[in-house]
């Protein structure tokens, strides 16, 4: 945990300081001690208009929603990990993504994608999806299969609503910059968004803390959660609600960030075990440290633009995950 938190501290600071304008780590504490009114040593150096921006309007809020982000993220897949018994499982598995992808592509059609409501879009596509893997789950008890196979069959049916909008109503423009966002887009931040990300990361923390007891006899099987007095459809139904509102906050403010919360949860059950007490807060400190550092690499990788962070985690994701997976399957022949 320690180790974590520097490592986390460290890329912050190396985020708020490197750029299409390079700044001194001097230049960027005095930024922020200014406008927190801070006292500040007297050798400071002269602050420009611009690098005050840069700082506090652009690279601290794009910093501090990707740490949050990606601690909800990966708190998530944790979660789900653990609910449904199946180590591919991570928030996407409910249709979110797609559901606020088809919320997002909605408001934009519509005319109105201002301000909020592109967020509002996309968060109400994304309660939309979770409404409908309840229903479609809602014989058996919602058991862990009937589960996923509903987040499947949420993702395709909101997938084809939002290719449906575009192909029929979108213009070549709208079409572009949906795309950038879905993939992840943290160009649009603002301070204003950061106490929604950090409000819904701690809500999360608190509360997968307390039931961290119950998810690790869960995490054995229904059966024996049940023998062992555990009311497993009331913790999977609350829990399912928790995630799919923390990753449609998400996705409403930076768009679809995959691997997170599949990468995440295996390397920290490597390090920590198995015991939930440890895995959740290891979890959101390595899901920061991954998102602030993916999120680097998307504005500084190539000079003339940025990428969408989508796919910088994907492309770090998916080589770490398929590593993960050879292991496994290693271990277990053995």
Do not use: K
């Amino acid at each position: 945990m320690i180790v974590g938190a520097l490592l986390l501290l460290v890329m912050i600071a190396v985020s708020l300081a490197a750029g299409e304008i390079s700044l001194s780590y001097q230049t960027v504490v005095q930024v922020i001690a200014s406008h927190l009114g801070l006292p500040i040593w007297s050798d400071a150096v002269a602050v420009s208009a611009l690098q005050d921006s840069v700082v506090w309007h652009y690279r601290l809020p794009r910093v501090m929603a990707a740490a949050l982000g990606g601690s909800s993220l990966a708190l998530c897949g944790v979660v789900l990990q653990a609910l449904l018994r199946n180590p591919l499982a991570e928030p996407y598995v409910l249709g979110l993504s797609a559901g606020a992808s088809a919320g997002a592509v909605a408001v934009t059609v519509a005319g109105v994608a201002w301000g909020w409501a592109l967020s509002a879009g996309a968060f109400a596509g994304a309660v939309a999806a979770f409404c409908v893997v309840m229903l479609l789950a809602a014989h058996r008890e919602g058991s862990a299969s009937q589960t996923l196979l509903a987040g499947i069959a949420s993702s395709q049916l909101f997938n084809a609503i939002a290719a449906c909008l575009m192909a029929s109503s979108a213009s070549a423009e709208q079409i572009r910059g949906l795309l950038f966002w879905l993939l992840g887009d943290l160009s649009a931040v603002r301070l204003s968004d950061v106490p929604w990300l950090a409000a819904s990361a701690a809500m999360g923390l608190v509360v997968c803390l307390a039931v961290a007891r119950p998810l690790d006899v869960l995490s054995l099987g229904e059966r024996s959660a049940f023998a062992l007095g555990v009311p497993v459809a009331r913790l999977r139904y609350l829990l399912l609600a928790l995630t799919a509102l923390m990753t449609a906050l998400v996705v409403s403010r930076i768009g679809a960030i995959g691997f997170v919360g599949i990468v995440v949860p295996h390397l920290v059950r490597r390090w920590v075990g198995v015991r939930h007490r440890r895995r959740i807060p290891a979890a959101m400190l390595l899901g920061a440290v991954f998102v602030v550092g993916a999120d680097l690499l998307s504005r500084t990788l190539m000079a003339s633009h940025s990428l969408p962070i989508g796919v910088v985690t994907a492309i770090v994701g998916a080589p770490v995950f398929a590593l993960l997976l050879r292991q496994r399957s290693s271990a277990r022949d053995a």
